[in-house]
């Protein structure tokens, strides 16, 4: 099923008030589950987590659970995650090795292609067969080395759905990068309250005042697709906020240590940048970065050789509808998902780091781990990242006061104005619930 289609948008006609209860509303939450997690494509894993047949991966959303496997013919299936019989919940983590999936309840068993297999009094199992009451389909495919889900059967393809990301991301090579950690951790705030503060650069200057020395956060171009949305954010150059007193010092010292690994320097070198290196007669501190990024990506191989120095140094900001934010730099990219919790005001946040590991590399591809980041560790992530995490606590905290009735969005934010007239296209909601014209 293909969601109604809207106008034409632009950045000065994007919607400018979003009604709160949106994000607070119990009833909002509903209309997500039923109308958008039901109904649209989103990303569940990477392929690296099915290689072989009998690998498995299980991707959760709302309350909705989904099987993702690869069967004895390397095809990727997905299956609504319960048994038919009486609903039990068939797999609860990932894992690979198997030939069928069986119901812990009363052994129901079903083959990689979803078809119910008999099982003889002693265990044997039959073949499955089609006459039989089998696990529900989802439809699944991918691109970029991405697995995407959509429980609607009937959706449109999946190229369709991703518009011309796939045409405008070719340069970069996303199949042959690899995520080895899907990281995630719980957050007091609601999935959109984090969407919104990666996909715009206007609270930048305030909450992470180190990245004006290296980052334009004014000169950001945004385009919106029919879904989707991207801004292109010049890096190696400081803001204009910063009105000249930005030296190549400065420049050099928050480079390294807000994107070092882009160097390809190691977590304990970024601590200390050091003197900055000379920068020739002519040249700029930009410049002289783009060459050194240059070298680091040299060692993955020849890809890059001939890429212009703005896809070198620059960051490719997309939004693909509805939950999926993406830093693209050369080498290296991160994906950062946010999934609803079990109340409007929680979240689980899901961040995965892609690296281009060199072509020589024994395990170039390895199957991402899990691993949930509880206090402390989340810490781990980065300050530009704990800087985001404090706001976006007391935003959905500020959300639940009386004069609090709609956010105010400046251009600036346009990608939130498109990304709320997309949920009223799939969402549909009542008079009383729809963006104010």
């Not at 910063?242 to 390294?256: A, H, K, P, S």
């Amino acid at each position: 099923m293909k969601p109604s289609a809207p106008s034409e948008g632009t950045i000065e006609k994007t919607v400018r008030k979003i009604p709160i209860s949106r994000y607070t509303s119990k009833r909002w939450q509903e209309l997500e589950t039923e109308r958008l997690w039901n109904r649209t494509w989103q990303i569940a894993c990477t392929l690296d987590t099915v290689i072989e047949a009998g690998d498995y991966w299980v991707y959760e959303i709302a309350k909705l659970s989904v099987i993702i496997t690869r069967d004895e013919r390397g095809r990727l299936q997905a299956f609504q995650n319960f048994c038919p019989h009486r609903g039990t919940k068939l797999l609860e983590s990932p894992g690979s090795g198997i030939s069928h999936i069986q119901c812990i309840y009363h052994g129901w068993t079903f083959d990689l292609q979803g078809l119910r297999c008999p099982v003889s009094e002693t265990g044997e199992i039959g073949e499955g067969s089609q006459g039989i009451i089998g696990l529900i389909p989802v439809s699944v495919d991918s691109w970029g080395g991405l697995v995407f889900i959509n429980l609607d059967v009937d959706c449109e393809p999946l190229a369709e759905f991703l518009e011309q990301l796939p045409e405008d991301l070719a340069w970069l090579g996303m199949e042959d990068f690899s995520c080895s950690q899907f990281m995630n951790f719980k957050l007091d705030c609601n999935w959109k309250v984090v969407v919104d503060a990666f996909v715009e650069t206007y609270h930048l200057h305030h909450v992470h005042p180190q990245m004006t020395a290296i980052a334009d956060d004014v000169d950001t171009p945004i385009t919106l697709f029919d879904r989707h949305s991207m801004f292109m954010q010049p890096y190696g150059v400081p803001s204009p906020r910063r009105r000249g007193t930005v030296t190549d010092q400065e420049l050099w010292e928050e480079f390294v240590r807000n994107l070092g690994h882009r160097l390809g320097l190691t977590y304990a070198a970024t601590q200390k940048p050091g003197e900055h290196p000379a920068v020739p007669e002519g040249k700029t501190m930009r410049d002289v970065l783009i060459e050194k990024i240059r070298e680091n990506l040299a060692t993955m191989g020849s890809r890059y050789d001939e890429l212009d120095d703005h896809h070198v140094i620059d960051d490719f900001h997309y939004h693909i509808f509805p939950n999926a934010v993406f830093n693209f730099f050369a080498g290296w990219f991160g994906l950062i998902l946010a999934r609803p919790g079990a109340t409007p005001d929680e979240c689980i946040v899901d961040v995965w780091n892609f690296d281009l590991l060199a072509e020589d590399e024994p395990n170039h591809h390895p199957r991402p781990k899990t691993v949930e980041l509880i206090g402390d560790n989340i810490s781990a992530l980065g300050p530009v990242f704990m800087q985001d995490l404090e706001v976006m606590a007391r935003a959905q905290k500020g959300m639940h006061q009386p004069g609090m009735e709609y956010m105010k969005l400046t251009a600036a934010e346009a990608r939130i104005g498109r990304m709320h007239e997309i949920l009223d296209r799939y969402i549909q909601p009542e008079e009383h619930m729809k963006l104010p014209r």
